[in-house]
């Protein structure tokens, strides 16, 4: 599975954003699709994930009630739509493909490269 993150800018605190990742290869539907950001100099952290059919889903405390993750398996398709926004969110945005739920980033086998999402106060 090949993983191609979009939607990023700079936007004001408040705003919303929605990042999309775009698949391509076979069996994005089997997958557990996660999003994750990295913020300079600090480590990659979870943000949430979805199950394969889009029926459950999970968020890192830091973003829920802001933040929902959808998927549309027709368009091979995983979007993250953020709300209410924070200079604190100001991360590298990567979308990753599990077969396996995880908060941990190295249990995700394939990663998007990363859509840059700057939050201005």
């Known amino acids: 599975v090949q993983l191609q993150a979009s939607g990023g800018g700079l936007v004001q605190a408040g705003d919303s954003l929605r990042l999309s990742c775009a698949a391509s290869g076979r069996a994005f539907s089997s997958y557990i699709m996660g999003w994750f950001r990295q ?3 600090k ?3 979870f943000v949430s994930h979805i199950s394969q059919g889009g029926g459950r889903t999970y968020y ?3 973003v829920k009630g802001r933040f929902t993750i959808s998927r549309d398996n027709a368009k091979n398709t995983v979007y993250l739509q953020m709300s209410s926004l924070k200079p604190e969110d100001t991360a590298v945005y990567f979308c990753a493909a599990s077969s396996s739920y995880s908060f941990v980033p190295s249990v995700y086998h394939y990663w998007g490269q990363g859509t840059l999402v700057t939050v201005s106060s």
Do not use: I, K, N, V
Request: glycine fraction near 12%.
């Open 39 to 41: 913020a300079p100099g």
């Open 43 to 45: 480590e990659r952290e």
């Open 60 to 62: 890192a405390d830091s």
